[in-house]
Nanobody, 120 residues
């Protein structure tokens, strides 16, 4: 199996920055099958939504609501993905979840989530 562990959440004032990190660990065979990694978020009373994702080749998909403020990056050697969040807004407040997909295994992994709170 694969485990995802997030870190870097917290409380920040509007306009501030945070960097989220997510490290995948577990079965080496499964880790090597991971193609897309990304971040989703879920605010209270709302559905979970995609924030950003990145393929093993470096192609990215960024939500319009965070484009220009958030940057996703990845270190394949460390099985890790990062989310640099700048110019944070109160509406960015949510639990942020790390996600990793292994299409060839029909597997989709989730982290436990990390809280990001942006005060106005």
């Amino acid at each position: 199996q694969v485990q995802l562990v997030e870190s870097g959440g917290g409380l920040v004032q509007a306009g501030g920055s945070l960097r989220l990190s997510c490290a995948a660990s577990g079965n080496i065979f499964m880790l090597n099958k991971i193609d897309t990694m990304g971040w989703y978020r879920q605010a209270p009373g709302k559905q979970r939504e995609l924030v950003a994702r990145i393929t093993s080749g470096g192609s990215t998909n960024i939500a319009d609501s965070v484009k220009g403020r958030f940057t996703i990056s990845r270190d394949n050697a460390k099985s890790s993905v990062y989310l640099q969040m700048n110019s944070l807004k109160p509406e960015d407040t949510a639990v942020y979840y790390c996600n990793a997909g292994a299409q060839s295994l029909f597997e989709n992994y989730w982290g436990q989530g990390t809280q990001v709170t942006v005060s106005s």
